[in-house]
Structure formats: structure tokens, C-alpha cells
């Protein structure tokens, strides 16, 4: 297992993918960038098979339990990683400690990239908000793979200009919206894959606790409870333990709208 600098000893490379019930924490584990369901999902996956071969070859696959650090804001670029399986939360802090999260990132998703190329210290702290499934690909070793294989290169360019206009639009969007219930309602029509039900509804698994939806809202823990409760009465949304329902997603889209 690799620890914060991102180092992950021998015996953890490769894994071979075997029976989910047997792999740690209940991952199905990706044994392999050629045989990922992501390649064809995710900007960076999406390469020729000799850049992916080779991806492999220079990659450390590793599972990290919830709560884990990957690495930390301020901390010297080691390298990147690219999940397989699992969320991590993207979060930076101010000196008396008051935290935001910037984005939570999905699978097939390569974090640290912008450190990774500017040699500047992480930015951002990534966190596993569950078991997650990374590999992690050195500094030098990324650098000198980019320089080799220009389609990873261009992926890579697309990727740091998503991050740019992501970033914008979001300080945009927190700094110019009228209320926290703009903000929140926004941030549930954001969420990740949701399953349809029957009648059109959505429904979700929100693994965010009211403090850290407040983190990314940039509210308080109360304010966002209080609004779960006023949405809720509002028939707006359903909660069932970790399950999230958007019962009138366009009421939601009118508050996020006004």
C-alpha cells in the first residue's frame, strides 16, 4: 500500500484481478490499463494500446481504505494518480484550519496532474471518501512518458483546461450566487450517476456528510441541514439513509436558475 509520497512497495504492483468477495475492502480490482471499462469513458484512459501498454508498465496499483491521504496541500509533487475505483474529495484549507472542498473526483479521473507538471507543490489534499483503487505513476516517469507518446500529451493539455474552466465557472457560480439555497440546489443536480427510477425520478448515493456538502457550498453544517429539511418538506427531495431521490428536479432547476 502506497503511503502519502505516493510510494508503493513491490509487492502491491499489478495485482492480478480475482474474485470481488476476496479483494480488499470488496473492490473489484482493475488489474490492468488494457482491459479497463474506463478507456473509452475518461479523457486520459482513452489512449492507443502502446501508450496504455506502456502506462502500465510505469504505474503502481494500490487500495487505499476511506479516510485516506494520497497527498496533502503544500506537499512537493511526487507523481500522479489515476483512479480506478473509488471517490476522493479535493479539498484545500486556510491557516485557521476552515476547509473547502474544491471536487470530488470520479473514476478514470488523473489527480495531482497540475502539480505533477509545473513542479509547484500540491495544491489541492486528496482524501478517499471510500476504498479507492489508484495508480500512482511517478514525476519523472509521467514527464518522460508524456514526452513519448503525444496523445497522452494532448489528453493531458485537455484535462489541465478543464480543470481552468471547472474552476472558474465554480468561483463564478459561489461568487455571484443569491443565496446558499441556489448553492445547494445546484449542488444536487451536480451530482455523479444517478439510477432512473420509473416515474423520471433520480436517485443517488450521497456518501457527503452535511459538513462536507457545506465545504463545497461554502456554508455551514446547520444551514445545509436546515435546507435538506425545507427541501424535503417542499417535496422537492427524498432521503433514505445514503439514498438521495430528486422527487421535482425541476423545481430544484428553477431555484438554481432564479
Not at 61 to 90: A, H, M, W
Not at 224 to 245: C, D, M, P, Q, Y
Amino acid at each position: 500500500m502506497a503511503d502519502v509520497d505516493g510510494y508503493v512497495p513491490e509487492e502491491h504492483r499489478h495485482r492480478q484481478q480475482i474474485d470481488k468477495s476476496k479483494t480488499p475492502y470488496g473492490l473489484r480490482v482493475i488489474s490492468s490499463c488494457l482491459n479497463c471499462e474506463l478507456v473509452k469513458e475518461r479523457v486520459f484512459c482513452n489512449l492507443p494500446k502502446p501508450a496504455l501498454a506502456e502506462m502500465d508498465t510505469i504505474a503502481s496499483s494500490s487500495v487505499y481504505p476511506k479516510g485516506t491521504l494520497l497527498f496533502v496541500e503544500g506537499q512537493d509533487p511526487r507523481g500522479v494518480f489515476i483512479i480506478c475505483n473509488g471517490r476522493l474529495k479535493l479539498s484545500a484549507s486556510s491557516s485557521q484550519g476552515k476547509s473547502v472542498i474544491v471536487r470530488v473526483a470520479e473514476p478514470g479521473e488523473v489527480i495531482g496532474l497540475p502539480g505533477a507538471i509545473s513542479g509547484r507543490p500540491y495544491d489541492l489534499t486528496a482524501e478517499s471518501l471510500e476504498p479507492v483503487q489508484a495508480n500512482f505513476i511517478r514525476r519523472d516517469a509521467f514527464l518522460h512518458f508524456l514526452h513519448r507518446h503525444a496523445a497522452a500529451a494532448v489528453r493531458t493539455a485537455e484535462i489541465l483546461s478543464n480543470i481552468y474552466h471547472n474552476t472558474l465557472s465554480e468561483v463564478r457560480y459561489l461568487g455571484l450566487s443569491a443565496s446558499t439555497s441556489q448553492k445547494l440546489a445546484r449542488f444536487l443536480l451536480d451530482l455523479g450517476p444517478a439510477k432512473v427510477q420509473e416515474n423520471g425520478r433520480l436517485r443517488f448515493t450521497l456518501t457527503l456528510t452535511h459538513r462536507e456538502i457545506a465545504e463545497v457550498i461554502g456554508s455551514s453544517r446547520e444551514t445545509v441541514t436546515r435546507l435538506f429539511a425545507r427541501f424535503k418538506r417542499n417535496g422537492w427531495i427524498e432521503i433514505h439513509g445514503s439514498t438521495l431521490i430528486l422527487s421535482d428536479r425541476i423545481a430544484l432547476e428553477r431555484l438554481r436558475d432564479a
